[in-house]
């Protein structure tokens, strides 16, 4: 099957099926859905680092991608839940500008949530004591929780 864009912005593809009974309409939706696939492979290997196993075993390593599938759900789940409350944020930089979060987003918001608890607090007693002040621990959370990819953290957030 052959797609074309009629406008031309797109160019030509070749859907292929061995399935010759398949209708297009369904080999069009199998390959869409594959674009959502693709993004989570590539934000799992990206940020939770599935390629790069060291384990000895077989048995260890048959482990370790499927919990870092789990991790990868895990951490959508609470940006979700993050996310309802306004608390998941596109992290933005003078030269990349985007209108709605990515994984690395969601990974920031949900370690930055998870470092807020009290953790910090000295005294079991008082939990306003902290053991720094508050701005220098937000600043601080805010500049751990981005990814390695080198993004400065928003400047709505410091």
């Not at 701005?135 to 928003?154: H, T």
Request: charged fraction near 25%.
């Amino acid at each position: 099957m052959i797609v074309r864009d009629p406008l031309g912005r797109f160019k030509t593809q070749a859907l292929l099926c061995t399935d010759l009974a398949t209708p297009p309409e369904q080999i069009v939706a199998w390959f869409i859905q594959r674009w959502q696939l693709e993004v989570t492979h590539r934000e799992v290997r990206e940020h939770l680092g599935v390629e790069t196993q060291r384990q000895w075993s077989d048995p260890a390593i048959a482990r370790t991608t499927p919990a870092l599938f789990g991790l990868f759900s895990l951490i959508t789940l609470l940006a979700h839940a993050l996310a309802r409350r306004r608390k998941v944020l596109p992290r933005q930089t003078a030269w990349y500008a985007k209108s709605q979060p990515t994984f690395s987003d969601a990974l920031a918001a949900v370690r930055y949530e998870l470092w807020r608890l009290p953790t910090f607090h000295v005294s079991r007693f008082n939990r306003l004591i902290a053991k720094l002040p508050a701005a220098v621990f937000r600043r601080f959370a805010d500049v751990c929780a981005i990814q390695r990819n080198g993004q400065s953290p928003d400047k709505n957030r410091a």
